[in-house]
């Protein structure tokens, strides 16, 4: 533990910014490593990276399946000349002919993603995984949609948590680039609501190639998230609106039934804090790991009245 400079306030080892005035520590380990990680390593995030693997990876299978197709081709033709009834030759190429399909489509679609704002070309895939843009409440939560992220009026925000994962997942796209139902990385915290938003990171809502870009921008990109949730913060409290995911989405908080909680311990905590549950009203849990332990006490102190217990 330090002591900020600026304040002279204790400063938990894996918190980036004092607590009490919001001075950056020098001192935290993890903020260095975070800031070095985010900054000189992955820059524009991990998606492009995985995004190339991909495509290198449709042009080798295609050579592949055009080398099949040619011997199908060259074995068949000798095959029914001497026999072979012709549907079953036809039955192997056209199976050949789908395969190739499937990786001349994945490669559409990874050429077409715009990585700093995916959800533009991705929004139908996540309007099919979770249920439509006409649906506007689910599970005792409601989305956004359309309607604009901010605060009602004389609503008052109390903490924000960023970056925060969601321990759910569920998808929806076929191979290659698929879009997630759960994207949100930040989680507000007001003093009539708790809302969960996505700020666009590269590949944000995408799983490549198998490969959750949201996990990865939690792990990667913690400082550029946590940048980009204050600007979020300074929007909302001037009455200003957020760019947001169709599918991002809050809970009223006499709505949530039961919150749970787990501080990590030992090594573990200086990747994430802890993680924090939520029972809302039709028995729907929500779970999240989150990295910042002061915003973590926070919620966990701030949902008092809500029956809590450690998971």
Request: proline fraction near 5%; hydrophobic fraction near 40%; glycine fraction near 8%.
């Amino acid at each position: 533990m330090v002591n900020c400079a600026a304040c002279g306030e204790p400063v938990p080892d894996n918190v980036d910014n004092c607590p009490s005035c919001g001075t950056r520590i020098k001192g935290s380990l993890t903020g260095e490593i975070s800031r070095f990680v985010d900054n000189k390593v992955v820059p524009q995030g991990i998606a492009p990276v995985m995004a190339k693997n991909v495509k290198v990876t449709n042009i080798l299978g295609l050579i592949v399946v055009l080398v099949i197709l040619v011997f199908e081709i060259i074995f068949f033709t000798f095959a029914v000349m001497s026999g072979l009834p012709l549907y079953i030759a036809g039955l192997f190429i056209a199976m050949t002919f789908v395969i190739m399909s499937f990786i001349l489509y994945s490669s559409h679609r990874i050429k077409k993603v715009d990585f700093s704002n995916p959800k533009e070309e991705y929004v139908k895939d996540l309007q099919n995984a979770y249920g439509g843009k006409s649906v506007n409440e689910i599970h005792g939560t409601r989305l956004f949609g359309d309607s604009p992220v901010k605060l009602d009026s004389g609503e008052k925000v109390i903490a924000s948590l960023a970056p925060v994962y969601r321990l759910q997942t569920s998808y929806s796209g076929p191979s290659g680039v698929s879009a997630e139902k759960y994207t949100e990385n930040t989680i507000i915290l007001t003093d009539k609501r708790v809302i969960f938003i996505t700020l666009p990171l590269p590949g944000q809502g995408l799983i490549i190639s198998g490969g959750s870009q949201d996990m990865w921008n939690d792990m990667l990109k913690r400082n550029t998230i946590k940048e980009l949730a204050l600007k979020a913060l300074d929007l909302l409290k001037n009455g200003d609106t957020l760019d947001h995911f169709p599918n991002d989405y809050w809970i009223n908080r006499d709505a949530i039934q039961q919150s749970e909680y787990l501080k990590s311990i030992g090594p573990t905590k200086f990747a994430w804090a802890g993680a924090m549950g939520f029972k809302v009203i039709d028995s729907k849990k929500l779970r999240y790991s989150i990295v910042d332990s002061i915003a973590l006490d926070t919620l966990i102190n701030e949902l008092h009245p809500v029956k809590k217990h450690v998971i």
